[in-house]
């Protein structure tokens, strides 16, 4: 069982739906992120988060460290959202970082 | 804005080749590393360093040397490239040279490599 799992791992939605994304871990963690991987490879972190919420413009992150467990929230999706979003631990100690593999989301006009 | 470039955008090699893949990043940050990343298999740490000429492995250091002579310039190294070697090779940087715990990580645009 990998230690950062992510649900779901292919995701298609309509412009404007609410879209969530899931992260579970199963290690203990100092802070977990999100990240955002367009096509054509290159990597954007969106959050960093120890506890409770973050929001920036349309993305809003939560973590729930008692149930390990963290989600991706976009609201009003839009086309330029399609994107893989990569959820990753901090753990272990010295920028030990964990990734989970990722959920492509299409966001159809 | 933190910029780490890649020397290569795509890469295509022979098998038994040596392959230099260099990153250089422009904030004067302490920690670079090479990851690579395959399909289904998120992205794995090869090594990391945490200061010049400083490094340690990561999680699939086999097959691959790093150099860092300069702070801002981390080099990955396939002494003999084998066609389990293509994949997408990325580097990021962070800040902190210290023991610090949950940085964020500013990633290169990636390299394709295909090994023939």
């Known amino acids: 069982k990998n230690e950062v799992e992510q649900s779901p791992q292919n995701l298609t939605a309509q412009e404007g739906e609410f879209i969530t994304i899931n992260c579970s871990y199963s290690?203990?963690?100092?802070?977990l992120h999100w990240l955002q991987q367009h096509p054509g490879g290159g990597i954007v972190s969106l959050f960093m988060l120890s506890s409770g919420k973050k929001k920036h413009g349309r993305l809003i992150a939560t973590i729930n460290i008692q149930e390990k467990h963290s989600s991706l929230h976009i609201t009003a999706s839009h086309p330029r959202d399609s994107a893989v979003y990569i959820c990753a631990v901090n753990s272990g100690g010295y920028q030990k970082v964990t990734f989970g593999t990722g959920t492509k989301l299409q966001v159809i006009p | 804005d933190v910029k780490v470039t890649q020397s290569s955008r795509y890469l295509v090699k022979r098998t038994g080749e040596k392959v230099f893949l260099e990153c250089v990043q422009d904030?004067?940050?302490?920690?670079m590393f090479w990851y690579r990343q395959d399909p289904g298999l998120g992205l794995r740490l090869i090594y990391f360093?945490?200061?010049?000429?400083?490094?340690e492995k990561g999680d699939i250091p086999e097959g691959y040397s790093v150099s860092r002579e300069k702070k801002e310039r981390f080099s990955l190294i396939l002494e003999s490239a084998s066609t389990n070697q293509t994949s997408m090779y990325l580097c990021a940087s962070s800040l902190s040279g210290g023991r610090v715990m949950g940085e964020t990580q500013y990633f290169g645009p990636g390299t394709r490599l295909l090994v023939l």
């Open positions: 904030m004067d940050h302490e920690n």
């Open positions: 290690v203990g963690i100092s802070a």
């Open positions: 360093s945490y200061d010049v000429k400083m490094k």
